[in-house]
């Protein structure tokens, strides 16, 4: 679901996270750390169940999946991939990494 979503996710995250001050939006901050920590939460359950790496702090694959949602935003803004393709590569490059 937050893979499928990444669009709006990323945005936020972009706006909010990544340039505060930008926005003047105070709130937009506030809810960016909400996010955030939820999707530590999923990450930690992904952990607990064996889908993600234990030995890691479920903080390590939430950044790296905030990253991943907002490169593929902006690769997607600026023509090289579609919006439809995303998803599948934020969850491969989660849970696969880059190799072949």
């Known amino acids: 679901m937050l893979v499928a979503a990444y669009v709006p996710f990323a945005r936020l995250w972009n706006l909010a996270y990544v340039e505060p001050d930008v926005s003047g939006l105070p709130e937009a901050g506030t809810r960016a750390k909400a996010i955030f920590r939820r999707t530590v939460k999923i ?47 934020i969850t491969a490059l989660l849970l696969h990494g880059a190799s072949a």
């Open 43 to 89: 990450m930690e359950r992904g952990r607990r169940s064996g889908l993600l790496r234990n030995d890691m702090p479920g903080t390590w694959p939430a950044s790296t999946s905030c990253g991943l949602a907002e490169t593929a935003w902006e690769l997607t803004l600026e023509g090289h991939m579609g919006a439809r393709q995303g998803p599948d590569f």
